[in-house]
């Protein structure tokens, strides 16, 4: 698709509810903020991933929002510069050899040295860069309970759950009910576990983005009639150690590393629906 010559061009594309939930007053007025690079296309719960992609970078002017958050990552490092990373690793589950923090994110390397350089055996995506970086440098270290509870029962995750909901386990749940991979998938590539089913659910897997900030997810199958659905669960613990921005980061990023996982196995089509 071609890039939008305007707002809209945008605007065609959103399915004109007036929902507030990107922020805005009315989706004419989120078309042109996106347009002018005010707000990035992700806002809007309505859009799914494919139209996102499709529509990404489509305003000339500058983008706001992947140019603040490349502030805020650059401010992050700075706080890095200033941090004993010998003592945040013990504090947050990782190990400090002298010269670099290595967490396993994922079941992988992910490492920054006192500089704030970022080093992994894994692509370095924002979405895992910006919570390491923050887990880092505010974690309280307080491990894990094992008592699970829901995104909005977190603090701050109440307001934020609509969209946590929409983004994270609706896109999900699109995900697992076509590609029935996934979940296998998450234990032997992402070094999760799968567990005894949680809540009656099916099946139950646990993955670690982070040491101390374990993600259970849970999948419900359809039967007799009843649609299928997934949950996510935190330790109750996981808003000591992230903060509730960082927390929503690693569900939408999860989620959309999932979905490339499922067009990489032939599931577009089905997963985009």
């Known amino acids: 698709m071609a890039k939008p010559k305007n707002a809209m061009e945008i605007f065609q594309h959103l399915d004109k509810s007036n929902c507030r939930e990107c922020g805005e007053k009315t989706c004419l007025a989120f078309a042109g903020a996106v347009f002018k690079g005010a707000k990035s296309l992700d806002r809007c719960p309505k859009l799914d991933s494919d139209m996102i992609d499709q529509l990404s970078g489509g305003s000339e002017a500058p983008n706001l929002a992947e140019r603040t958050r490349e502030e805020y990552l650059g401010q992050l490092k700075d706080e890095i510069r200033r941090t004993d990373l ?126 101390k900030v374990p993600i259970m997810i849970c999948y419900w199958a359809p039967e007799d009639g009843l649609a299928s659905s997934l949950n996510i669960f935190y330790d109750e613990t996981a808003d000591k150690n992230l903060d509730i921005g960082s927390i929503f980061t690693l569900g939408a990023g999860l989620t959309q590393m999932f979905e490339k996982l499922a067009q990489r196995h032939g599931y577009v089509a089905a997963a985009g629906g």
């Open 86 to 211: 010998s003592e945040a690793a013990e504090r947050v589950g990782g190990r400090f050899n002298g010269k670099k923090l290595t967490l396993k994110v994922l079941g992988k390397d992910f490492s920054v040295d006192a500089e704030g350089t970022l080093s992994a055996d894994i692509h370095i995506n924002p979405w895992v860069a910006v919570p390491f970086l923050n887990y880092v440098l505010y974690a309280q270290g307080v491990s894990p309970t094992g008592d699970w509870v829901s995104f909005r029962e977190l603090e701050n995750g109440q307001e934020r759950y609509p969209l946590f909901q929409k983004r994270c386990e609706e896109s999900m749940k699109s995900v697992a009910d076509v590609y029935t991979d996934l979940f296998d998938d998450m234990v032997h590539i992402f070094g999760g576990k799968e567990v005894d089913e949680a809540f009656e659910s099916d099946i139950a897997v646990v993955i670690h983005p982070l040491p």
